[in-house]
């Protein structure tokens, strides 16, 4: 690699990394403690604060009745653990714990618990890191109360003179150890509480491919939750659309990711659940999860032909989420205005009159999806070419042809006889009972009267989503804006 390459890839690196402090929910104890938090390019990283041993190897027992605290076990490996008899050994002194433990034959049972408190009581070298004032203040322990260390010292008591260690003599330190590794490729950011279509605040958590979860991550402020919220799915998008670019070649993806599905007004279940689109070819899909083998692709929950169907922003949005995270900065964006996540949120028309309304984390992913259905519609609208739906006029079976090229023919069904073609240029409007009938006007280009047609079909939403497609990919088309936007096709499947 050139030296300006390197640069570039350097870049890119630091693009993708970022580190920092957080706070983790525990649902099962409903505290928090903090972690560390690391993300690359492909993988994000909670670390927690933990003491290992780094000089050693047998296992220390401290604790007992004479310091009126359970017996604490500094070490102990997995193969040291069996089953045998039990003993207890709450209230011994060390040497009856080690006596009890030497005569109680081969195999002993012994029931542990792991003390998260532990740790910070530990007497550490001079120099390592120690619990600020506000994470030692959020519990209380015996081990704290009694001022005992696992090296057998207390808290209350001078320190001795610094002498050298012996061999065997412990020695600990804290670290960042990984507690949780989730791969970012097709996992899923939400700030939704479970089950509901409220947001949290100043949280949220990350979600692996194969479900595991980091649990609720807490921050400080907005800015810094929306920080990291951006960085990862910025991360979790370049993934996809890294992905998309290499699957393209042989099915076809436009694009592909998580969205959260708003229930309707009438709609007893769930109040969300998180579902996985594509546009792939033809077809918008809808996955409970992403597919990830070509048989997969037959297991989706529903599917709409793309031009059938019409997308609707709910909300005009901002292409990225500069705006929003500069009020988060300012103070000036409140939980509140983003409670119904109205600006997130995009609708899919179906036919028959229904619909499915969908919600996304950033204003940024809003617009991606908004960009690639359009060209998703345009492409498909230029392979198809034309489309034909049978319907009727005064008892008789025709034919409506809606055609890239030439615009709107309609024939008698039996013999294939034009009636009549129109442009369509030439539509300059039309109305419906939002059942089966339409009626479509469009303009004489001799004599320049407008002329009335009627028609009824048997999916009438289908028909007129057709006609705003085929219309739209005509517009755009002879729109030079449009069809430079199209070089999108460079940036995503390139």
Partial sequence: LGTEDMINAAKQMVKHTKAGIALLYNKETSNTYDVRLKLTKEVFTIQKLDVVCTRGGDPQLNGGAEHKVPVVISKMFKDQVGKARILSLSLSTPPRQVHLLRTAGEEVTITVRYLREVPSFLKLPLGSPVPSAGQSSRVSSPLFDSGLHLNGNSSNTAPSSPSKPSANEPKYEKRWLDAVSLPLLMARVSRYKARTDKLRLNSFEVCALDGTSTNILQFCTAAESTDWLQAISTNI??????N????????????????????????AGPSSTFKFLALRGPSLYIFRSPPVSGTDWGQAETMYILYEVLLKVHKLCVTEDCWIQAKFYLGLQQVEDLQDGEPFCFSILVSHGQSHTFSVEMTSDLAVWEKSFQRAVFMEVQRVGSKTYMCSSQGKVLCLTIDFGSGFTCSESSSKNTLWRYKFSQLKGSSDDGKTRVKLLFKNADNKQIEMKELE?????????CISSFMAAKVASVDPVFVKCQSISGKYMS
């Fill in 457 to 465: 079909f048997g999916n009438l939403t289908a028909v007129l989503h």
């Fill in 244 to 267: 998309v670019k290499w699957i393209t070649l042989f099915l076809q993806i436009v694009h592909m990711g998580w969205v959260c599905e708003n229930p309707q007004a009438n709609d």
């Fill in 237 to 242: 998008s370049d993934l996809t659309l890294e």
